[in-house]
């Protein structure tokens, strides 16, 4: 299992005004620039709710 393979977990907070992000494997962190990780994880939260995401969708290019 690579670090992209990891399941990360996005819970939104009420109203999505506040989102918590938890993400094993901190390789997603330095595979991409964080302006575009923000931009793509508040695209998957915008839904609402609380969904376990895979890393290498969440932050695929």
Known sequence: MTGTDRVGIAIVGVGGAVATTAI???ELLTEHSLPEQHRR??????AGGVRPVAGNELFRG
Do not use: D, I, N, S
């Not at 994880?41 to 915008?46: K, Q, S, V």
């Open 24 to 26: 094993a494997g901190m």
């Open 41 to 46: 994880l508040m695209g998957w939260l915008g």
